[in-house]
């Protein structure tokens, strides 16, 4: 009843940027905290960004200057900017969300992940 779509994944070389995105839509009362993890192969899923409904905002230390997250509530979007890309980077990135509906209250949701490589 609550779909995550993720957009704007890809290939792109070091120090390039990319652009993500990720829309909510279905039987939403409230989105409450939004956010973006990754998981590259063989490696545990880390977050990456969160930005709760008030906005504040909370970064992983590696990507600390280099990523921003940001949230449009009146089209239901979080996006991440993503500058200076590295190598290290990639990843497959899965956008969550916090999400309280009238029907299952506070549920936490995750799009289906987009794949960001970064490499020359």
């Known amino acids: 009843q609550v779909q995550l779509v993720e957009s704007g994944g890809g290939l792109v070389q070091p120090g390039g940027s990319l652009r993500l995105s990720c829309t909510a839509s279905?039987?939403?009362?409230?989105?409450?905290?939004m956010g973006w993890h990754r998981q590259a192969p063989g490696k545990q899923r880390e977050l990456v960004a969160t930005?709760?409904?008030?906005?504040?905002?909370n970064y992983a230390d590696s990507v600390k200057g280099r990523f921003t997250i940001s949230r449009d509530n009146a089209k239901n979007t979080v996006n991440l900017q993503m500058n200076s890309l590295k190598p290290e980077d990639t990843a497959v990135y899965y956008c969550?969300?916090?999400?309280?509906?009238?029907?299952?209250?506070?549920?936490?949701?995750w799009g289906q992940g987009t794949q960001v490589t970064v490499s020359s």
């Open positions: 279905g039987s939403i009362f409230s989105l409450l905290t």
């Open positions: 930005v709760t409904n008030g906005g504040l905002t």
């Open positions: 969550g969300a916090d999400i309280y509906t009238t029907i299952a209250g506070k549920t936490t949701y």
